[in-house]
């Protein structure tokens, strides 16, 4: 049972344009959502959260909106650079117990220069 | 600021063998996660500790997987009898207490079963 989903597997963007990333879960209880960074052999880097509380969170070039009426989270990446590159997760955690994180299964973003 | 970090990066064993992986978290995280990610997958859930108490197991966890957190720093993973199935990265976070504070990573151990 895949609770939380990222349907498209990759995604190639031009650099300097959008790129946006999506993500969708099923449990009700979630509450709190992330966004990784994964680079080859290394581990996944924090990038951005939002608490399902707002449906907006900013930070420089990144952007995380969440429709808790669709459970559906998105990431934006404006303007996209090649640097972005890599693996993106998204997470999901409830707010109980030991705050463990389900991932989806990765979206990988290529930014063609 | 050091960041969590995770010995040794690559292991590779013979099926059958033993191994075990350490993680140290960042010093003043008194939470800590133990994760493993196969191919095309994101990363699963195995275990959580509080300070020293292990307060959660997946069931991913077999009998032969045991995690310690002696003294509520470091942790360690042990896998006994490995088999081919096991070889993933291994991946341990830590964060500190409160309710939605967010785990930060270590670069993993990647795990090769022959």
Redesign the interface.
Known sequence: DQQ?KQNSPSLSVQEGRISILNCDYTNSMF??F?W?KKYP??????LI?I?SIKDKNEDGRFTVFLNKSAKHLSLHIVPSQPGDSAVY?C?A?G?S??????????TRLKVLA | DTG?S?NPRHKITKRGQNVTFRCDPISEHN?L?W?RQTL??????LT?F?NEAQ??KSRLLSDRFSAERPKGSFSTLEIQRTEQGDSAMY?C?S?TGG??????????T?LLVL
């Open positions: 939380v509450d709190y992330l990784y052999a290394e581990g996944p880097t924090f959260s608490s997760f997470a955690s707010s117990g030991t705050y463990k994180y389900i991932f989806g299964t990765g | 969590v995770q939470r996660y994760y095309g997958q994101g990363p699963e859930f959580y509080q307060l959660e991946l976070a964060r309710n939605q504070e967010t785990q930060y990573f270590g670069p993993g990647r």
